[in-house]
């Protein structure tokens, strides 16, 4: 089972629609999450940052985090055709130096979101 | 200004060929990653170097070696390229426990 489960998509939806976008997990010891858009070729640019579970808003942007369920979320308001792009998910667990076991990021496959002007 | 750089942005050399790529951050983070995206658009983790030692090591050929000269840089050396090692190669930086990672625009590996 993979540690991070994304619908590749991709998803159509027209413009200004509400768009959801999720990502489950197995490994209960995540306890960043983020959401990363990828626009084609292009690096991957943050988009939201949350510490376990609840909500947090940014403009047009809100993200969820269950962490009961394993599950993350990612809406967009009033979507634009600016936003088509690939949308990642990506969680860490905490942090550990000195031998540890250390981590970077693990990501979900993305899904490939097109908003039709 | 660019927060994490690389060059070079495209890269095409043929197998056998010993190449690297460059990776510089100006964000005074701690830590610094190379992850690997391939043609199915999947993000995967290669290296991590954290303070100038090599913190996690993921199961990559030994082919690949990050190089760290100072924590603002990390390169990524390649020898003996395979057809299999293309890719989009991209490095990232972070401050330090769970914190966001940054990311660069991506070299784009091609060995024909």
Redesign the interface.
């Known amino acids: 089972q993979k540690e991070v489960e994304q619908d590749p998509g991709p998803l159509s939806v027209p413009e200004g629609a509400i768009v959801s976008l999720n990502c489950t997990y197995s490994n209960s010891a995540f306890q960043y999450f983020m959401w990363y858009r990828q626009y084609s070729r292009k690096g991957p640019e943050l988009l939201m940052y949350t510490y376990s579970s609840g909500n947090k808003e940014d403009g047009r942007f809100t993200a969820q985090v269950d962490k009961s369920s394993k599950y993350i979320s990612l809406f967009i308001r009033d979507s634009q055709p600016s936003d088509s792009a690939t949308y990642l998910c990506a969680m860490s667990e905490t942090y550990m130096y000195s031998g540890g076991g250390a981590d970077g990021l693990t990501f979900g496959k993305g899904t490939h979101l097109i908003i039709q002007p | 200004d660019t927060a994490?750089s690389q060059t070079p942005k495209y890269l095409v050399t043929q197998m056998g060929n010993d190449k690297s790529i460059k990776c510089e951050q100006n964000l005074g983070h701690d830590?610094m990653?190379w992850?690997k995206q391939d043609s199915?658009?999947?993000?995967?983790?290669m290296f991590?170097y954290?303070n100038k030692e090599l913190?996690?090591n993921e199961t990559v050929p030994n082919r690949f070696s990050p190089k760290s000269p100072d924590k603002a840089h990390l390169n990524l050396h390649i020898n003996s390229l395979e057809l299999g090692d293309s890719a989009v190669y991209?490095c990232?930086s972070?401050v330090?426990?769970?914190?966001?990672?940054?990311?660069?625009?991506?070299t784009?590996l091609t060995v024909v």
């Open positions: 994490v830590t990653y992850y199915k658009k999947f993000l995967k983790i991590s954290n913190i996690i991209f990232a972070r330090g426990q769970g914190e966001k990672a940054f990311f660069g625009q991506g784009r």
